[in-house]
């Protein structure tokens, strides 16, 4: 046991007879750790761009909500008729009366 962790340390087992079969899984140990740290940076930059969409989506829906809001003070009837009123328009006194014309046949 010792003589074998002393070897390891050493480096032996990758100058010894069947060395290229170590090289083999080494370099196939490294592709995989190479494929690993590049799949968990991948994953990193997703959560950081699904997080800033979300600060996004978030500013654009309390913008929706302040601009549907300013929308319905506009359209309110008072507000109409302060912006109307400027322009020298005011309300009719009497209400609009419905005028029926009867066609002969």
């Known amino acids: 046991m010792k003589k074998g962790l002393l070897d390891i ?5 990758l100058v010894s007879g ?3 079969k170590n090289w083999l899984f ?6 995989l750790a190479a494929l690993m740290i ?3 940076h991948q994953a990193d930059k997703k959560v950081t761009q699904i997080s800033s969409l979300t600060e996004e989506v978030r500013a ?3 913008e929706f909500v302040s601009k549907r809001q300013e929308l319905q003070q506009i359209r ?3 507000t109409l008729r302060r912006e109307v009123a400027d322009n020298g328009l005011i309300p009719a ?3 609009p009366q419905k005028i029926i014309v009867k066609t002969a046949e």
């Open 9 to 13: 340390l050493k480096g032996k087992f």
């Open 18 to 20: 069947d060395a290229p």
């Open 26 to 31: 080494l370099l196939f140990a490294s592709f």
């Open 38 to 40: 590049s799949s968990s």
């Open 60 to 62: 654009l829906r309390s």
């Open 76 to 78: 309110l009837e008072s």
């Open 93 to 95: 006194a009497m209400p």
